[in-house]
C-alpha cells in the first residue's frame, strides 16, 4: 500500500513539475514520463518494447559522444566531459571516510582500499573528506592534505590508480568545524573523544549536540586562516595529481554549518539571509577555484534539504545553492542530503535523493550527480536516461563490492567496460554465469 501510495505522488509530483522537463528532446521527455513513477525502470521498459528502450539507448550514447557514436548500451557506461576530463562512464565511488590514517597520512590500507576501487571498473573515485588541517578533522583518523607527507601518500596512491586504470580521482577537501574532534566512525558516530579533544570552531556558538563542545563562532581572521589551508590543499592536490577537487559544503561541517539556518545564527553578513549564509563559501570556493587549473573540474557536496521542513535547507533553496557554486566556477553539484543537525526526519527508500538531483539539473540547468541508496545497475540506468542526474554515487555497494561496476557490465553482458586484463577470464566467467541465471529466470517467468 505504501509503494503504491510513493508511485502515485511521484507521479503527480511529475506532472506538477512538468516545467522542468519540457526542455528534454521528445525521446528523454517520453522516457521521464514513463519512469515517472519510479515503478518503471530501465529494464522494465526493454521488456515491454526493447527496440524503443535501445533507441533511447543510441540516442543516449550519441548525446555522450557529441555524434560520435552509434552504441546501444547501457547508459552508466557512457563517458561523460568535465572542463578537460573525461571519465569513461557515469558511475562514481562516493566519498567515504575509513578513520584509518594516522596524523593524516593515508597508509597502506587507503593504498589498497583506492588501488582495489580503481581496478574496479568506476569511471571516478573520489577520496574520504581530506581535511586541510589537524583540527579540521573529524576523528583522529581522517586523511589530510596539509603537509609534503600527505601530498607523497596521495602521490603514491594516485600513481598506481592512473598506471593500471582509467578511473579518474577527485580529491574530496573539508573542514569538519563543529562536528570535529570525535571518535572513529564505528566507534561512535559525532562522539566527542574521550581524551585528547581540541577546540573546535563553526558558524555559531552552537553545538552538534548536547555531548558535543561548543563550537567557537568563527572571527574574520579565523576565515582567512581557513580558506588559505583549503587554498594550500588544493595546491597540494594538483601536486599529488588528483584529476578533481570537490569541496565537502554537506552534512554539518564546517562549511554547511555556515549554510543551514540550523546553526548559523550570526548577525554579521555570514548570518541571516541565504545570500549572507553563502558568503563565506563561495569565498572559499572561488579560492580553491582560482587555484586549481582552468582546465580542471571541480564540484561542490550539498545538503539539498535539512530534513527539516522550512526551518532549515529546503530543496527550492537548494536550487539557489548550486547555482551560486556554479557562478564560482562549479562544474558538477555533488547533491546529497542531511545530517546537518541531530533532528533530522530523512524519508528513506531506493534512491531517495534522487528528486533533489532532478530539480537542481533541470530547474537549475547544472550537471549534478546524484548519491543515497543508488545500488543497482537498472537504478543508474534509469536516473541517467531519465535526465535525472548526469553521473550516479554508490558509497555502501563499494564497501562490500569494489567490482561493482565491473559486475554490472557482467549482468548487462556490456563487454567494453574497463576490465584490467589480469582479471579478464574472471569477468567472462561472470558473464557467462549471470547470462544462463537470467536466462532460467526468464524460463521460470513464462
Ligand atoms: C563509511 C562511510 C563514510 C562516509 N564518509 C563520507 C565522507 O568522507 N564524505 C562525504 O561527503 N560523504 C561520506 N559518506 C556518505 C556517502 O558518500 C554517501 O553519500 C552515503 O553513504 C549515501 O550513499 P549510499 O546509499 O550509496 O551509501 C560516507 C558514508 C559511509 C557509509
Redesign the pocket.
Known sequence: MLKLQNSARNSTEWFETLTRYTHFEALQFAYSLLTRSQRISHENLRLRDREWLETVERWFWKRATDGKSNTTAPPMFAPFRLRDMEVMNRVTV?????YSAVDGVPNDFHFVHYGERALGGAGLL?T??TCVSPEGRISPGCTGMWNADHVAAWKRIIDFAHAQSKAKICL?L?HSGPKGSTKL?WEGNDVPLDEGNWPVMAASDVPWSPVNQVPKPMTRADMDAVRDQFIAAVRMGLEAGFDMVEL?A??GYLLASFITPLQNKRTDEYGGSLENRLRFPLEVFAAMRAAWPSDGPMSV?ISATDWAGDDGINPDEAVLIGEAFAREGADLIDV?AGQSWTGQQPVYGRMFQTPFSDRIRNQGKLATMA?????EPDHANSILAAGRADLV?????H?IDPMWTLRAAAQLDYRDVACPPQYLNGMAQLARNMKRDAEMAAVLRV
Open positions: 562516493s566519498p567515504m571516510a575509513m573520489f574520504e573528506m574530496q573539508g566512525g565537502h554537506a552534512h557536496r546529497s548519491v543515497g541508496n543508488i545500488y554515487a554508490l558509497a555502501r555497494p564497501l
